[in-house]
Every structure is written in C-alpha cells, then in structure tokens.
C-alpha cells in the first residue's frame, strides 16, 4: 500500500470520523495496547518550541511499543548545506515515520512528497491537523454528537482555526469563525471546508461579531493572539482581538452547558480570562490529554 501522510486534515478526511472513534477506544485500552508499533521508529524534527505535541508523540510511541527520536531543527544539516528533499530521502531510510512542525508549510510539503514514509504535521504556518483531531475527540466525549451543535473559533483564523474549519465541515458541527476582518481564516480552506459542510448539511459561516457569533453556542474555542512565527506586536494583538476574548460576558450568550476550549498555551487576560479558562465549562486540559490518544490513533493507521 502507498504511504500516506498527515500534513491537512483533508489527507485522512475520509477515516477522520473513524480515527476520532480508534482514538476514544485506544483511550479506554491505555495500558493494555499489546505492541503494535514493535521495531518503529518515529523521528520527530521541531523548527519551533513545543511542551504538548512533543510529549505526546513521544508518550504514544512508547505506549504502542516504538521509539520517538527527538531533533531540534536547528541541529540538522538541512537548509544549512543539505536539502530538504535529501534530508527527507535519507530519514526515509532510518525510520518509519516523520513528525515536523516547521514554520512554512511549503518545506512541509516537499517533505512530505519526497519521504517514502509517512510524515505527519505537528503544525505549519498553514494547519494543525493532529489539535483539530484531537479536539474533535474531545467534542465526542463531551458532547456525544456533532450535528446541529454551534461551534464558534474567536480570535486570529490562524493554523489551528484552518485544522478546525476542514474538521467541523467534515463531522458536521456548524462553526462560526468570528475573527477581525484582517485576520480571516485562510481563503482557500474556507471555502473547501464550505463545501464539504454544504454536502454534509452543516455550515461554516464567517463572522466579525462576536456578541452576535456567540449565541447558543455549544462549544467556544479560541487560541493565542499572537502565533509562533507571526510578528504581530503584541500592543497591536491586543487592539486587534481584544473584542474576541473569551470572558464570562462573552461565554454568558452561549449555551448553559457550553463547553470552553483551547488548544494552549493560554495567555490568561488576552484571549481568555483566568476566571473562564479556570471555571467549570472549561475543557483544556481533557483537550491536552487527548492529543495523546488522538495521535496513537493516527500513529497506529499509518505507521502499523
Ligand atoms: N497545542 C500545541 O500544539 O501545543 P504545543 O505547542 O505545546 O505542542
Ligand atoms: N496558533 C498557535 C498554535 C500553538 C499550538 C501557533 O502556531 O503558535
């Protein structure tokens, strides 16, 4: 069989409800996996800092009876002397699979289509596929279904934002990305997510009002202001979304029993308040966690 990658959502969008199932189900056999993963080897290369999607990969190999290698970009001959595409054609002869969080997706990509294994984004400038799938994981757990629940992402349409907009298309959440009209989700994913909702019967709708986004929500998510690599200032961040925080005013127009979320790391008193992101319809934590059995999950399907 061809190896497959996982650097958009769109790449496993035909098992993603599924690999949102393996990942409930590896969640409850944690401990007992038996070793599926025997003899791989994942090498995981950061190009930008990271706590939960290293952790995490590395906890899921060892779990499933691998080995995650760690690399620090910087530390690589690649893009100092060396090509990206043989640096990947070489990998491809050590391991079984490649974990990268680079800065410009257009090198994830080149990885991706050199590697003859496997390589899947721990986050680019473009998406975050493994947040958005575990997020949908935790959406399951809490929620139970995704039909006709009200999904609103406030705050800067960045990499996460775009992970989310394919995945909420897919397993049928209606989202809302109510973000400054400058800082948007990006065009081109906007509207692929808009048409796999529309043969779905959901809807990914954009808007810039976040009193009028956050009626009768379900679930708010938001992320950091300011993302690895962007040089917004932070003054200017601060400006831009300060409308789009999530506080207890905000949080008061949604549902009773809406569920708070966020990828993390949390900037407390920027894009939510202390009381909100420590308060009980906050979920963050379960969402950290389950990256952990969301990724064992898309280990196991393209790795095994
Ligand atoms: N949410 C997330 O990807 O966190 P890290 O940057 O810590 O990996
Ligand atoms: N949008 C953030 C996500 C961090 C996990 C960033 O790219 O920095």
Redesign the pocket.
């Given at each position: 069989m061809a190896k497959r990658n996982l650097i958009s959502v769109l790449d496993m969008k035909d098992e993603w409800q599924d690999l949102v199932d393996l990942a409930i189900k590896l969640k409850k056999e944690r401990g007992n996996h038996g070793a599926p993963l025997a003899g791989k080897t994942l090498i995981m290369i950061f190009e930008?800092p990271?706590t939960?999607?290293r952790i995490s990969f590395d906890v899921a190999m060892t779990e499933l009876g691998g080995h995650a290698l760690y690399i620090d970009a910087s530390n690589m001959h690649m893009g100092h002397g060396e090509t990206v595409e043989d640096t990947a054609k070489v990998m491809s002869r050590f391991a079984h699979g490649i974990m990268y969080r680079a800065y410009d997706y257009k090198v994830m990509d080149k990885i991706g289509d050199t590697a003859t294994i496997p390589v899947i984004s721990g986050?680019d400038?473009l998406e975050?596929p493994c947040?958005a799938l575990a997020d949908m994981v935790t959406i399951k757990e809490k929620k139970g279904t995704f039909r006709g629940r009200k999904f609103v992402y406030l705050g800067?349409g960045?990499?996460?934002c775009n992970s989310l907009l394919y995945s909420c298309a897919i397993m049928g959440l209606d989202m809302v990305a109510c973000c400054p009209a400058t800082r948007m989700p990006n065009a081109e994913i906007m509207l692929g997510a808009a048409r796999i909702a529309d043969a779905n019967g959901s809807k990914i709708t954009a808007s810039h009002d976040p009193i009028e986004a956050c009626k009768d929500a379900d679930i708010l998510y938001t992320?950091?202001w300011?993302?690895?690599?962007?040089s917004t200032p932070q003054e200017k961040a601060i400006k831009m979304f300060s409308i789009y925080q999530i506080n207890s005013e905000l949080l008061a127009l949604a549902k009773d029993d809406c569920i708070v979320m966020h990828?993390?790391?949390a900037h407390r008193g920027n894009e939510i308040t202390a009381e909100v992101m420590d308060g009980p319809q906050s979920v963050v934590f379960d969402q950290a966690e389950n990256r952990l059995h969301a990724q064992k999950a898309a280990l196991y399907s393209l790795l095994r």
């Open positions: 930008k990271s939960r999607t986050l400038n975050h947040q800067d960045n990499n996460v992320d950091t300011v993302s690895m690599g962007d990828c993390l790391p």
